[in-house]
């Protein structure tokens, strides 16, 4: 399984971007998947997920301005951004959580930079 995130780049604070995340496999709508985001000496902090039903839940830092989908049909899940915050820059990554014996994935991560 890979995951490949895109959508990353330079954004001035207001504006919007939006990750896309393209999984490899045939089963991806079985999979819940997730965004995450990492800053330099800092934890990984979790964004976004959404169910394989379709089901989604927002970190509260996020709410309202960031919105998770997903196309099962590409196989992708995307992270709309909009109005970005320096706060938000940070590399993200996508992550396709553990179903049954098979474990979890991620991705090569994406860096979102929101200038001031």
């Known amino acids: 399984v890979q995951l490949q995130a895109s959508g990353g780049g330079l954004v001035q604070a207001g504006g919007s971007l939006r990750l896309s995340c393209a999984a490899s496999g045939s089963t991806f709508s079985r999979y819940a998947m997730g965004w995450y985001r990492q800053t330099p000496g800092r934890p990984r902090e979790w964004v976004a997920s959404i169910t394989s039903g379709g089901a989604t839940n927002h970190a509260d830092s996020v709410q309202g301005r960031f919105s998770i989908s997903r196309d099962n049909a590409k196989k992708t899940v995307y992270l709309q951004m909009n109005s970005l915050k320096p706060e938000d820059t940070a590399v993200y990554s996508c992550?396709?959580?553990?179903?049954?014996?098979?474990?979890?994935?991620w991705g090569q991560g994406t860096l979102v930079t929101v200038s001031s």
């Open positions: 992550r396709r959580f553990a179903l049954g014996r098979e474990g979890e994935y």
